[in-house]
């Protein structure tokens, strides 16, 4: 079994920095890929980016192209996503998923095992 356990959301001002975690474990852990997604509150889970697991190609979502970086460090099995210059509407719990299936794009249900997300409110 597969678990996934997300890190480092907050509360910041517009502007800020902030980079999540997903430490992922358990000894069945295999992935061709692994991606965030974000849910704001009376909306759907929408993407923001993905990563291969071993070669580190990257896939964004348009919103957050330029804004965000994906990396992971495949020796601690732990995904990132180092989000610049967040703004109000980047407010959402964040979370990350496994992707077994490739492509690995925004397609929702390629995405397997999912933490159980880590808020992130931008607000002045």
């Known amino acids: 079994q597969v678990q996934l356990a997300e890190s480092g959301g907050g509360s910041v001002q517009p502007g800020a920095s902030l980079t999540l975690s997903c430490v992922a474990s358990g000894r069945s852990f295999k992935t061709y890929a692994m991606g965030w997604f974000r849910q704001a509150p009376g909306k759907g889970r929408e993407f923001v980016a993905a990563?291969?697991?071993?070669?580190?190609?990257?896939y964004y979502a348009k919103s957050t192209q330029g804004q965000f970086t994906i990396s992971r460090d495949k020796a601690k099995n732990t995904l990132y996503l180092q989000m610049n210059n967040l703004k109000p509407e980047d407010t959402a719990v964040y979370y990350c998923?496994?992707?077994?299936?490739?492509?690995?794009?925004?397609?929702?249900?390629?995405?397997?095992?999912w933490g159980q997300g880590t808020q992130v409110t931008v607000s002045s």
């Open positions: 990563i291969a697991w071993l070669g580190g190609g990257t």
């Open positions: 998923a496994t992707c077994l299936n490739s492509p690995c794009d925004e397609t929702l249900i390629k995405y397997t095992h």
